[in-house]
């Protein structure tokens, strides 16, 4: 079975600190994606960042990193220098090979950042 | 490009009404896919296209609800009856298969 977990509902960290969301992952299927979405109040979910089962090096965007550790099944991101507009839900999400274009998404995180 | 384009943003209805969300895919996408937002449920996937075929429609919750996709362009997600349990906000997300989806605005659907 393909699932995610994300077991943290909630988050304050504090404006210019670096956060670590987590996520860890379950799949037989060796070959998978892993994404990462923001949601913030408005509502809109925005891509943030995917890494690739088989990618040799974490996957980097501008202050998002994703810190995959594959033997552990997970992935978490990590985001630098924390600012206000990063408050939002994260939601940490996969896909496989053998689910083709379908993918699953974890409950979320809510992140509230505190100036 | 305009991104995924959802119709209508806010939709407020009477229970028993037949309601029908729209999406406008990227262009060049071939896959389109319809979620279910809640705060109980969180994000479910109802259904999802391939080239307008359906192939999973496994998240649909029951016969009331439908899902069309007549040409690579548009697709409709209908609702008949509505009924209050189905106020949630309904998203259209749209891939061209590589890696990320791209989600739409999302339409907020109250029943009342």
């Known amino acids: 079975a393909q699932k995610i977990t994300q077991t943290q509902p909630g988050m304050f960290v504090q404006e210019k600190e670096a956060v670590t969301l987590d996520c860890t992952y379950d799949?037989?299927?060796?070959?998978?994606?892993l994404f990462w979405y923001k949601q913030p109040s408005s509502g809109e979910m925005i891509f943030l960042i995917y890494?690739?089962?088989?990618?040799?090096q974490n996957a980097t965007e501008g202050r998002y990193s994703l810190n995959f550790q594959k033997a552990r099944k997970s992935a978490n991101l990590v985001i630098s220098a924390s600012q206000l507009g990063d408050s939002a839900m994260y939601f940490c999400a996969m896909r496989t090979r053998s689910s083709a274009s379908k993918i699953i998404f974890g409950s979320g995180t809510r992140l509230s950042i505190r100036p | 490009d305009a991104g995924v384009i959802q119709s209508p943003r806010h939709e407020v209805t009477e229970m028993g009404q037949e309601v029908t969300l729209r999406c406008k895919p990227i262009s060049g996408h071939n896959s389109l896919f319809w979620y279910r937002q809640t705060m109980m449920r969180g994000l479910e996937l109802l259904i999802y296209f391939n080239n307008n075929v359906p192939i999973d429609d496994s998240g649909m919750p029951e016969d009331r609800f439908s899902a069309k996709m007549p040409n690579a362009s548009f697709s409709t997600l209908k609702i008949q009856p509505s009924e209050p349990r189905d106020s949630a906000v309904y998203f259209c997300a749209s891939t061209s298969g590589a890696n990320e989806q791209y989600f739409g605005p999302g339409t907020r659907l109250t029943v009342t």
């Open positions: 890494q690739g089962s088989y990618d040799q």
């Open positions: 799949t037989s299927d060796p070959s998978y994606g």
